[in-house]
């Protein structure tokens, strides 16, 4: 395939993922274009230095999307999480889904998250404890694009970011990290899986690379698998000092600082295979994938507030 043939647009491309995924396409020789709402902020720039075309606006603005999507033959798509009474991921996501088909675009890829789908399943699903809303948007969004009628369609459903590590999401996640302490809600033995940016984007490039291969498929992507006893582990041995998994009660964890939306998280971990993923599925892809030990060492410098604490 001549990638240079073959225009992407990437929507959220100013975010973690979205970045990382412009990075790679631009280097990998795609020709990118981003839908930004400030092309002179600072990460928009350093994309536009890369390679990257800007057009400016978001996904409330309907005549930006179809600015933005002009000459497109693919899209890339992250749309911003719903929480409380914004309902951006909803209805931007269907307007980019309808402007994209209108405008004929030939592939959508787009980023969803693991086990949307499976929700009703969830114990003590309908009562409101779940975040409900978060993971039906994920799904009426996913059945939007199942039904769009695009050539190609690919849903990449990704686990937590390893990235939730860095500052400073870590703070509202794990907020005694700096003391080399893991508190959270989710109980001993459990088992968490993460993926990194990179690894994502590397799934993106090949699915764009080779259609057919990943054509009307529903991908959940993970890097690696560990408790967090054993992420503790890996985080002592990389830091060079102690670390501790703290389990507690979700109202102590609560009390302790940890973000309710965390903490949710980590009762459903509890309670459910919310983020499992199959791994020998992942192998027949052919995608290198990124252990936590690795990517700690790799950003090291990231960490040095934790290291030299």
């Given at each position: 395939m001549d990638k240079t043939k073959k225009s992407i647009l990437v929507?959220?491309?100013?975010?973690?993922?979205?970045r990382a995924v412009t990075r790679l396409l631009l280097k990998e020789g795609f020709p990118v274009r981003i839908l930004v709402r400030n092309p002179?902020?600072?990460?928009?720039?350093?994309?536009?230095?890369?390679?990257a075309q800007a057009s400016q606006g978001d996904l409330s603005d309907p005549k930006s999307i179809e600015a933005a999507l002009h000459g497109i033959n693919a899209v890339y798509s992250i749309l911003p999480v719903a929480f409380g009474d914004d309902d951006l991921e909803l209805t931007g996501g269907l307007a980019l889904i309808n402007a994209a088909r209108k405008a004929g675009v030939e592939q959508?890829?787009?980023?969803?998250?693991?086990s949307a789908g499976t929700h009703e399943s969830f114990p003590r699903w309908g009562t409101g404890c779940w975040n409900?809303?978060?993971?039906?948007?994920?799904?009426?969004?996913?059945?939007?694009?199942?039904?769009?009628?695009?050539?190609?369609?690919?849903?990449?459903?990704?686990?937590?970011?390893?990235?939730?590590?860095?500052?400073?999401?870590?703070?509202?996640?794990?907020?005694?990290?700096?003391?080399?302490?893991?508190?959270?809600?989710?109980?001993?033995?459990?088992?968490?899986?993460?993926?990194?940016?990179?690894?994502?984007?590397?799934f993106v490039y090949a699915v764009l690379t080779d259609p057919e291969k990943f054509n009307k498929q529903n991908i959940e992507i993970a890097s690696d698998s560990l408790t967090h006893?054993?992420?503790?582990?890996?985080?002592?041995?990389?830091?060079?000092?102690?670390?501790?998994?703290?389990?507690?009660?979700?109202?102590?964890?609560?009390?302790?600082?940890?973000?309710?939306?965390?903490?949710?998280?980590?009762?459903?971990?509890?309670?459910?295979?919310?983020?499992?993923?199959?791994?020998?599925?992942?192998?027949?892809?052919?995608?290198?994938l990124t252990s936590l030990e690795k990517w700690l060492t790799e950003h090291l410098d990231q960490f040095q507030d934790v290291v030299n604490a």
């Open positions: 929507i959220s491309a100013t975010g973690t993922q979205g002179n902020s600072a990460v928009a720039q350093e994309l536009i230095k890369a390679g959508f890829v787009h980023a969803s998250v693991a409900e809303k978060y993971w039906i948007v994920k799904w009426q969004i996913e059945e939007a694009i199942h039904k769009a009628g695009f050539p190609y369609w690919t849903i990449l459903k990704p686990v937590p970011f390893m990235e939730n590590l860095l500052a400073p999401v870590r703070n509202i996640i794990f907020p005694q990290f700096k003391e080399g302490k893991l508190v959270t809600a989710q109980k001993s033995g459990r088992k968490w899986n993460w993926v990194t940016v990179e690894d994502t984007a590397k006893e054993e992420a503790s582990q890996v985080m002592t041995k990389v830091f060079g000092r102690k670390f501790e998994f703290i389990s507690m009660s979700p109202e102590k964890a609560i009390e302790n600082g940890v973000h309710p939306f965390a903490v949710k998280s980590a009762e459903l971990c509890n309670e459910t295979n919310v983020h499992h993923v199959d791994f020998e599925i992942l192998k027949q892809y052919g995608i290198p």
